[in-house]
């Protein structure tokens, strides 16, 4: 186990498309967390799961933002209808509940 | 707004010297505080933490120093390096909120040969 992955790491789309995220944790954590990063600020707590259950959800989930993480081990995030506004780097964190949060490289998202 | 924030965008230092990269934050209710060193095109890679009942931790070239009566953080790296030149973010995080972090917005740390 190498560490949090995420794919894919690069995704561009065009306004209005939907676009889909995996995060795969470290596979002892049954913690996962996904983080927003806009460029020049520091990332921002998105959502977070226990095991398969989702837990807490920030206010900057909006409707149109969906997580899930059926098998309590990899995690998708989607956005649908796309916006300009939703360009950013999305973060994939695991953990365990005595540990710090590792992070993944994350995917970069443009929408055009 | 943001709770956590930090003094300077950009910090140069030449390599060999020490840096200290500043933060304040405004939650009295974190208990839990953590410096995370970012890269270009990469995640946020943990270097350090320290909880709200000690003041002082030290790590491998590194130390954070939490002031509880100003609400301040700082991370000292001592002799700086080339391969320290990232972005640096502090994050704090509320008790019991199960490491939902909130991030300040970086300093760029530069190492000049």
């Known amino acids: 186990d190498t560490g949090v992955s995420q794919n894919p790491r690069h995704k561009i789309t065009k306004r209005g498309q939907n676009v889909t995220f995996r995060c795969d944790p470290i596979s002892e954590h049954n913690r996962l967390y996904w983080y927003r990063q806009t460029l020049g600020q520091g990332p921002e707590f998105l959502t977070y799961?226990?095991?398969?259950?989702?837990?807490?959800k920030s206010r900057l989930l909006s409707d149109r933002f969906s997580a899930e993480r059926p098998k309590g081990s990899f995690s998708t995030l989607e956005i649908q209808r796309t916006e300009q506004g939703d360009s950013a780097m999305y973060l994939c964190a695991s953990s365990s509940p005595r540990d710090d949060l590792l992070f993944g490289p994350g995917t970069r998202l443009t929408v055009t | 707004g943001e709770s956590v924030g930090l003094h300077l965008p950009t910090l140069s230092v030449q390599e060999g010297d020490n840096s200290i990269i500043n933060c304040a934050y405004s939650n009295s209710a974190s208990d839990y505080f953590i410096w995370y060193k970012q890269e270009s095109g990469k995640g946020p890679q943990f270097i350090i933490d320290?909880?709200?009942?000690?003041d002082k931790r030290q790590g491998q070239r590194v130390t954070v120093l939490l002031n509880k009566t100003v609400k301040h953080l700082s991370l000292q790296i001592a002799a700086t390096q080339p391969g320290d030149s990232a972005v640096y973010f502090c994050a704090e995080n509320m008790a019991g909120s199960a490491r939902q972090l909130t991030f300040g917005s970086g300093t760029q740390l530069t190492v000049l040969p």
């Open positions: 799961f226990q095991n398969e259950a989702q837990l807490e």
């Open positions: 320290i909880r709200s009942n000690m």
